[in-house]
Every structure is written in C-alpha cells, then in structure tokens.
Nanobody, 123 residues
C-alpha cells in the first residue's frame, strides 16, 4: 500500500506558476496511473492530470490544457505537476492519487490518496 505526500502548494498571483510534487512511500512503478485531482470549496473533486506508467501524460481537462504539465519519475517515486499561467479558478486543494491498474478521471476509482496541498490564486 502506497502513502502519498503532496508539497509545493501556496499562494500566487494570477498569471504565476507553481510546481506541486507528490512523493510516494513505495515504488510508483507498481501503479499504472499517477494522477492529480483538485477540489475547490463547494465543488466536486476533478481530475487535472493523469500520468500513465508507459504512455506518460494522457489526460488534461480543457480547463488546464496548455497550462498544466504532469511528469512522473518512476526511479525517484515522485510525480510533479507544473502549473503555469494560474487563474483564480485554479484555487483548490490539490491531491495526488495512485491506481495500480489503469488511468481514470473519476475519483471513486482511486483507493490511494495524499492529504492534499492548498493552492490559492489571487488577483
């Protein structure tokens, strides 16, 4: 069973950048998918990036496409989310998740979650 720990959140102005990191307690090579989700107050949790073990990044929603980039380092057991040109609507708690068998954009599919890191974007 993997434990995930996110870091790198914080406050940034509109148009700024942040890089989130997710450190895994065990080898992420055992997990086909490493994912980033976010949840804003009063909203459902949504996927913002999925990284497949072999295929790499395979999903970004339109809301972040072209601004967010996910990468996984299977040797270092880390997953990163580079976020550029941040907008106020990107404000949320960002979570790292892992799935051993496949990549899915629906949160209930994932059994392994980090505790989240807050990202706040202000104008």
């Amino acid at each position: 069973q993997v434990e995930l720990l996110e870091s790198g959140g914080g406050s940034v102005e509109t148009g700024g950048s942040l890089t989130l990191s997710c450190a895994a307690s065990v080898g992420i090579a055992n997990y086909v998918c490493m994912a980033w989700f976010r949840q804003a107050p009063g909203k459902e949790r949504e996927a913002v990036a999925l990284a497949h073990f072999t295929a790499g990044p395979i999903y970004y929603p339109d809301s972040v496409k072209g601004r967010f980039s996910v990468s996984r380092d299977n040797a270092k057991n880390t997953v990163s989310l580079q976020m550029n040109n941040l907008k106020a609507e990107d404000t949320a708690v960002y979570y790292c998740a892992a799935h051993p068998e496949g990549c899915y954009s629906t949160p209930p599919k994932y059994n392994y979650w980090g505790r989240g890191t807050q990202v706040t974007v202000s104008s």
